[in-house]
C-alpha cells in the first residue's frame, strides 16, 4: 500500500507524516533504508542500541530487522528480552506515527509482552495498526511480532498507544 503525501488513508486521515514522507524518499535503497532507520535513532536516542532498519514502513504496517550481536545478547547468548521490547516499541511507534490522522498526537501508555522462545537468530518485528478514529482522545493497541530468521514467533506484544487531539492535555 503507498500513498502519496496529502492522499487519505486507510487510517482515517492524511498519510502525509514527515516520517512517511522521509521513507518515501529514501526507501529505494538498501542504503535509504539504512539511513532512514539511523534517522528514526537520532529523533529517539535508545532505537540505536539494538540497530534495526526498516523494510517495511506504510500506513498500517512496519517491519524492521535487527541483527543479533553481542551487543544485543544476554548471559546466555540469546537476544536478550529487553532488545526484542525495544524492537517492539520502535516498530509499533514508527507505524503509529505513519498512520494516525496529522491531527492527532500519540504517546505510548502501556506493553504487555510475551517471550515464547530463546531468540537465537536475526529478528524481523512486525506492526499493524488497525484504522485510527480522528477526534476523540482513544487508546489504540499496536499488536507487534517478532520472529527469527526461521520464521518462528519467538515474541508478541501487545502495545497500548494514547492518541489525543493536538492542543490538548494528556491524560
Given at each position: 500500500?503507498?500513498?502519496?503525501?496529502?492522499?487519505?488513508?486507510?487510517?482515517?486521515?492524511?498519510?502525509?507524516?514527515?516520517?512517511?514522507?522521509?521513507?518515501?524518499?529514501?526507501?529505494?535503497?538498501?542504503?535509504?533504508?539504512?539511513?532512514?532507520?539511523?534517522?528514526?535513532?537520532?529523533?529517539?536516542?535508545?532505537?540505536?542500541?539494538?540497530?534495526?532498519?526498516?523494510?517495511?514502513?506504510?500506513?498500517?504496517?512496519?517491519?524492521?530487522?535487527?541483527?543479533?550481536?553481542?551487543?544485543?545478547?544476554?548471559?546466555?547468548?540469546?537476544?536478550?528480552?529487553?532488545?526484542?521490547?525495544?524492537?517492539?516499541?520502535?516498530?509499533?511507534?514508527?507505524?503509529?506515527?505513519?498512520?494516525?490522522?496529522?491531527?492527532?498526537?500519540?504517546?505510548?501508555?502501556?506493553?504487555?509482552?510475551?517471550?515464547?522462545?530463546?531468540?537465537?537468530?536475526?529478528?524481523?518485528?512486525?506492526?499493524?495498526?488497525?484504522?485510527?478514529?480522528?477526534?476523540?482522545?482513544?487508546?489504540?493497541?499496536?499488536?507487534?511480532?517478532?520472529?527469527?530468521?526461521?520464521?518462528?514467533?519467538?515474541?508478541?506484544?501487545?502495545?497500548?498507544?494514547?492518541?489525543?487531539?493536538r492542543g490538548t492535555q494528556k491524560n
Amino acid at each position: 500500500m503507498t500513498h502519496s503525501p496529502g492522499q487519505a488513508s486507510d487510517h482515517g486521515g492524511p498519510a502525509g507524516s514527515e516520517a512517511l514522507r522521509r521513507w518515501q524518499t529514501l526507501s529505494g535503497t538498501a542504503f535509504g533504508r539504512w539511513l532512514f532507520s539511523r534517522m528514526v535513532a537520532v529523533k529517539a536516542p535508545y532505537f540505536a542500541s539494538i540497530r534495526a532498519v526498516f523494510d517495511v514502513l506504510e500506513p498500517g504496517r512496519a517491519v524492521a530487522r535487527m541483527r543479533k550481536r553481542r551487543a544485543v545478547t544476554n548471559h546466555i547468548g540469546t537476544v536478550h528480552a529487553i532488545a526484542m521490547a525495544n524492537l517492539c516499541e520502535l516498530v509499533a511507534g514508527t507505524v503509529t506515527e505513519v498512520s494516525v490522522p496529522r491531527s492527532m498526537r500519540w504517546i505510548p501508555r502501556g506493553m504487555q509482552i510475551d517471550y515464547l522462545a530463546k531468540a537465537e537468530t536475526d529478528l524481523t518485528g512486525e506492526a499493524t495498526l488497525p484504522p485510527v478514529t480522528e477526534g476523540e482522545a482513544q487508546d489504540i493497541v499496536v499488536p507487534v511480532t517478532v520472529k527469527d530468521s526461521d520464521g518462528k514467533t519467538v515474541v508478541r506484544a501487545m502495545i497500548t498507544m494514547y492518541l489525543s487531539p493536538r492542543g490538548t492535555q494528556k491524560n
